[in-house]
C-alpha cells in the first residue's frame, strides 16, 4: 500500500525567502504525482503534475522535482509572498486506475 | 465554466438521519471521486467512479453509498448517520488517471 509523507507538517517563513517542501514515498512504481494547493475552508486546486518519466515541472515561482529512485518529491517556491500562506498536498497516481493517495499536508505560513 | 460543483456546502444531520450529497462536474471527465478529510488524517477516498453506472470502494467506504447514474453527477449517499461522519466532504473529477484533478469546494457535515 503506497503512503505519502510530507514534512514538516507546519513551516513558518519570511516573505522573499526560497523554500522547499518535501514529499516522500514507499513505492515506487508510480504513475504521476500531483502538487495541490489548499486555502483555508477551500476545495484544493491543482498547481503541478508529473509524469513518472518526467523529472520536474515548472509554474511560475513554483518547480516541482520527481525522484522515483529515493521515493521522493520536493516542491520548490521561489521568493515567497504572503498570498503563498496556504496547505500544500502532494498526491501519488500509481499504475492501474487507482486513485490519487494523498500525504497529509504542509500548512506553510509567509510573514510579511 | 462552473467546474465541478458539491451540494449542499453545509449541513447538520443527526445520528441516524440519512442524506445525499451531490458532485456535478460539467467537464465531461470519465472519473470521478469522494474524499473526506479529517484533522490529522488527510484526504481518504471513499468511493470513486472510473464511468458512467461504475463505482467502487476507496479505502474508508463503510457507512457510505455512491450512484453514478449520469456521467456529469456523483452521489453519495449515507444512510444512517453517525457522529465519527463528521467530516469535510470533497468531490473530484478528472479526464483520465494520468491527468489533473478538478476539486469542488467541499460539503460540511456535522453529525451530532
Known amino acids: 500500500k503506497q503512503e505519502v509523507t510530507q514534512i514538516p507538517a507546519a513551516l513558518s517563513v519570511p516573505e522573499g525567502e526560497n523554500l522547499v517542501l518535501n514529499c516522500s514515498f514507499t513505492?515506487?512504481?508510480?504513475?504521476?504525482l500531483q502538487w495541490f494547493r489548499q486555502d483555508p475552508g477551500k476545495g484544493l486546486t491543482s498547481l503541478l503534475l508529473?509524469?513518472?518519466?518526467?523529472r520536474e515541472q515548472t509554474s511560475g515561482r513554483l518547480n516541482a522535482s520527481l525522484d522515483k529512485s529515493s521515493g521522493r518529491s520536493t516542491l520548490y517556491i521561489a521568493a515567497s509572498q504572503p498570498g503563498d500562506s496556504a496547505t500544500y498536498l502532494c498526491?501519488?497516481?500509481?499504475?492501474?486506475?487507482?486513485?490519487?493517495?494523498f500525504g497529509k499536508g504542509t500548512r506553510l505560513s509567509v510573514i510579511a | 465554466n462552473a467546474g465541478v460543483t458539491q451540494t449542499p456546502k453545509f449541513r447538520v444531520l443527526k445520528t441516524g438521519q440519512s442524506m445525499t450529497l451531490l458532485c456535478a462536474q460539467d467537464?465531461?471527465?470519465?472519473?470521478m471521486y469522494w474524499y473526506r478529510q479529517d484533522p490529522g488524517m488527510g484526504l481518504r477516498l471513499i468511493h470513486y467512479?472510473?464511468?458512467?453506472?461504475?463505482?467502487a470502494k476507496g479505502e474508508v467506504p463503510d457507512g457510505y453509498n455512491v450512484s453514478r447514474l449520469k456521467k456529469q453527477n456523483f452521489l453519495l449517499g449515507l444512510e444512517s448517520a453517525a457522529p465519527s461522519q463528521t467530516s469535510v466532504y470533497f468531490c473530484?473529477?478528472?479526464?483520465?488517471?494520468?491527468?489533473?484533478?478538478?476539486f469542488g469546494s467541499g460539503t460540511r457535515l456535522t453529525v451530532v
Open positions: 513505492d515506487s512504481a508510480i504513475y504521476n
Open positions: 508529473i509524469q513518472s518519466s518526467q
Open positions: 467537464m465531461n471527465h470519465e472519473y
Open positions: 498526491a501519488l497516481g500509481s499504475s492501474g486506475n487507482t486513485p490519487l493517495v
Open positions: 473530484a473529477s478528472s479526464v483520465g488517471q494520468n491527468y489533473g484533478y478538478t
Open positions: 467512479s472510473v464511468g458512467e453506472g461504475t463505482t
